[in-house]
Structure formats: structure tokens, C-alpha cells
């Protein structure tokens, strides 16, 4: 049974609007909320966090949004660049986490 | 800056064959991961270490043994391959655990025929 869930395997946006990513999960007992990104063949790196205290945190381009009582947490991008093209993992736990099966964002020029 | 390291990057084994992965750090992390990705999927825990000689299960453990016997290495040992241990193997370090991020090595790209 998937505890982290991310509904859209992809999503494409324009270079210089916004992107939002979004992810659900079950465990109301998880910490911690992450976002990874990752490019083909290489290992997945750590983007932006947020506790299950918080329900906002802000990184440059890259905010994150907890959620609590819908169970759900969403990651906006803006503006998109072309570089931001990647999979994109929600992961969540503490110890340890547990990842989302991912959305690919393409952002087109 | 190393970070993590996995070796090899790439294998083929035959089924019934064994192999051990292999992953060092240098940041002198205490937490340390292994996880694998199948196509289309996320990434399933298989087995953990919090510290030098204390390791245990994540959500895939069967077929698969670890050691953690220094801070630096975590190796993954996979026993009498299976087709369906096919996969990317990544591992990863924390400082002190999930929620400080991972820093993950680039992945050993696995296939069992």
C-alpha cells in the first residue's frame, strides 16, 4: 500500500510560468516532507524540506506547502527554466523515507 | 568532494550468481540507505544502517544481506540472484537521518538474466 502517492506521472509547462507539483500521503505520524530531483542516470538530489510542523517553507524558485489536515503537500516552481527538466520525488518519513514514484517535469523553451 | 560512491556502475548476472555492491562515504555521515528503483516506480527501501554495526530492514529486505562494519561502507550483498532483483540500486548517507536530506551516490544498474 503506497503511503506517499504523486497522481501525475508528468507534467509540462511553459519556460517562465509556474510549475506545481503535488503529492498525497496516508501516515499522518511522518516528520518530515522532502522534494528530490532527478536527472536520467544520475542519483536523486535533495531539493527543499518541510516539517509536519510548518506549513511553508521557501527556497529561491522553490516553495513548498504542507497541507496537514488533507493529507497533501505540493511544490511550486517559479519561474520554470529549462533546467528545472527532471523527475521530481516527494519522500516523507523521518529516520526513514519513503518516496513517491515520481513526476517528470518538462518545462519547454 | 566525493559524497557517496557505488561501485560498479553497471552489471549483468546470471541467475543463481552472487554479488556484492559496494557504497563508501566521506562526509562521515552515521545514517546510511540502500534503496532501489524499478522502471515506473519509487524508490523501496531495502535495508538501513544508523550507525557502525547496527543495521536493519527497510520495506524489500528478502534476498539481500548488509554489513556495516565502519562509518564509510555500507555494502549490499545480493545471494543467488533472481530476475526479479533486476533494478537500479542507489545508495544514500544522512547526517542524521531523512529529514536533513540524503545525499545520494549515482546508482548500479543491475540486471539478472
Known amino acids: 500500500d503506497q503511503q506517499v502517492k504523486q497522481n501525475s506521472p508528468s507534467l509540462s509547462v511553459q519556460e517562465g510560468r509556474i510549475s506545481i507539483l503535488n503529492c498525497d500521503y496516508t501516515n499522518s505520524m511522518f516528520d518530515y516532507f522532502l522534494w528530490y530531483k532527478k536527472y536520467p542516470a544520475e542519483g536523486p538530489t535533495f531539493l527543499i524540506s518541510i516539517s509536519s510542523i510548518k506549513d511553508k517553507n521557501e527556497d529561491g524558485r522553490f516553495t513548498v506547502f504542507l497541507n496537514k489536515s488533507a493529507k497533501h503537500l505540493s511544490l511550486h516552481i517559479v519561474p520554470s527554466q529549462p533546467g528545472d527538466s527532471a523527475v521530481y520525488f516527494c519522500?516523507?518519513?523521518?529516520?526513514?523515507?519513503?518516496f513517491g514514484k515520481g513526476t517528470k517535469l518538462t518545462v519547454n523553451p | 568532494n566525493a559524497g557517496v560512491t557505488q561501485t560498479p556502475k553497471f552489471r549483468i548476472l546470471k541467475i543463481g550468481q552472487s554479488m556484492t555492491l559496494q557504497c563508501t562515504q566521506d562526509m562521515n555521515h552515521n545514517y546510511m540507505y540502500w534503496y532501489r528503483q524499478d522502471p515506473g516506480m519509487g524508490l523501496k527501501l531495502i535495508y538501513y544502517?544508523?550507525?557502525?554495526?547496527?543495521?536493519d530492514k527497510g520495506e524489500v529486505p528478502n534476498g539481500y544481506n548488509v554489513s556495516r562494519s565502519t562509518t564509510e561502507d555500507f555494502p549490499l550483498r545480493l545471494e543467488l540472484a533472481a530476475p526479479s532483483q533486476t533494478s537500479v540500486y542507489f545508495c544514500a548517507s544522512s547526517l542524521r537521518g531523512g529529514n536533513y536530506g540524503y545525499t545520494f551516490g549515482s546508482g548500479t544498474r543491475l540486471t539478472v538474466v
Open positions: 519522500a516523507a518519513g523521518s529516520e526513514k523515507l519513503v
Open positions: 544502517s544508523v550507525g557502525a554495526g547496527i543495521t
